[in-house]
């Protein structure tokens, strides 16, 4: 099976995606590309560098490409480089599975369960907004929610949507500047939970994401006080660059950690897999490599019973999403996946075989991924230059957003 076409494709459907499509013995694959706020530089990666050493190899060489293409360069690892190999993997697998006619599951071993708890995102303005915005997950059928809500004193903060079922942070232009206090904030979270468990009792799994704004002490006394309400995760509490400073949150806190969303290799995560520092690995197809890396980093975590718990949100492609979907149907030490609804523009570009079904999700039984893109339609989508935001101290000083 050799490789005779590879083409970029950039659209931007309600938001910006790159989508990567090779084709071998008249079969394509595709693969998500898309680096929310950098996608042109994952685009010109892939168009300047990756395509013209595709053309003429063996399709059906999945991980000897991989190799190829991560040691190849000499300059490895990183958000853009790892975006690209990732995009060429997922489509190389999708081609595969397709030139078998399975659907790409049963070439990863197989289903290790029916079907994939996911979970969906409720926020609102205050803490009485966000309870019904929970309400409305649950009237849906979802036994996982992430809780997010504006704090008190604070203008505006990350994961609080603008609209009901659709999360999309990053701002046309400028990137906007949000304010943020730790303190505001560390006196309010627990409020929030209080008012969630007192309303839907114990039984709806309820998460929550700091989003890499705590110092590890300040995360370990939120988690602490988070315990009475039995999260299923607090995710990403402090920043992971120094994945040691997990060692402190775990010295205070029995709430599970969570994180990995931006990680792009095993080497991110591998100290905190191996010390048991965190319950939940973040990595995703798109960002971590592809599935065949992505399927490295769980099978690291099954020996340390950490579990997966990939991100989903809406800078994830449909493309990716089937993928996510597919390593999350056959892992074993799966958790739970996160699922962010698209746009209906979204969904009109790459029609798909995926489904939602009272609170579980299933890739569907076709070939390959199970997802396609209408070229046609996404020529009328161009793409449309976008930030993410910023995040500034109540005193001005630059902080994570």
């Known amino acids: 099976m050799k490789i005779t076409d590879v083409k970029v494709i950039v659209c931007g459907p309600a938001r910006n995606f790159v989508t990567l499509k090779i084709v071998a013995d008249g079969i394509y694959g595709l693969g998500d590309a898309t680096l929310n706020g950098r996608e042109l530089s994952v685009a010109s990666y892939l168009t300047d560098h990756v395509v013209p050493l595709l053309i003429g190899r063996d399709a059906r060489r999945i991980e000897d490409i991989w190799q190829y293409l991560y040691k190849g360069a000499y300059w490895r690892r990183g958000p853009v480089t790892m975006s690209a190999i990732a995009a060429v993997d997922t489509a190389l697998w999708d081609l595969k599975a397709k030139s078998l006619n399975v659907p790409l599951y049963q070439l990863l071993g197989g289903a290790s369960r029916d079907a994939v708890m996911v979970y969906g995102h409720a926020s609102g303005a205050d803490v009485e907004d966000t309870v019904k915005a929970v309400a409305h997950y649950v009237e849906l059928g979802y036994k996982a929610i992430r809780a997010q809500s504006g704090i008190p004193g604070l203008t505006s903060t990350y994961g609080v949507g603008r609209g009901g079922m659709f999360y999309e942070p990053a701002e046309k232009k400028a990137p906007p500047e949000n304010s943020w206090s730790t303190e505001h904030y560390m006196t309010f979270i627990p409020k929030l939970f209080e008012r969630l468990r007192k309303e839907f009792g114990p039984e709806v799994h309820l998460l929550h994401d700091a989003h890499h704004r705590l110092t590890p002490i300040e995360a370990a006394r939120v988690g602490k006080s988070l315990e009475s309400y039995h999260l299923f995760w607090l995710e990403d509490p402090t920043p992971a660059e120094l994945q040691e400073s997990f060692r402190l949150i775990r010295q205070h806190t029995t709430t599970p950690l969570a994180v ?7 080497f991110d995560c591998q100290q905190l897999i191996e010390e048991q520092l965190i319950d939940y690995i ?23 019973q950490v579990r997966t718990g990939s991100h989903g949100a809406t800078d994830l492609s449909p493309v990716c999403m089937a993928a996510a979907l597919h390593f999350d149907l056959s892992v074993h030490n799966f958790g739970v ?18 489904y939602f079904e009272n609170g579980f999700m299933h890739p569907g039984e076709k070939p390959g991924l199970g997802v396609d893109i209408d070229e046609a339609l996404a020529a009328k989508y161009p793409y449309d230059r976008a930030y993410l935001p910023v995040n500034r101290k109540l005193d001005g000083t630059m902080h994570n957003w």
């Open 260 to 266: 990995g969303e931006i990680f792009n290799t095993i």
């Open 282 to 304: 973040r990595t995703t197809v798109v960002h971590a490599g592809g599935i065949s890396h992505l399927r490295k980093i769980a099978n690291l975590a099954e020996m340390y």
């Open 337 to 354: 996946q996160e699922y962010m609804r698209h746009a209906p523009e979204t969904d009109a570009v790459f029609p798909h075989a995926y």
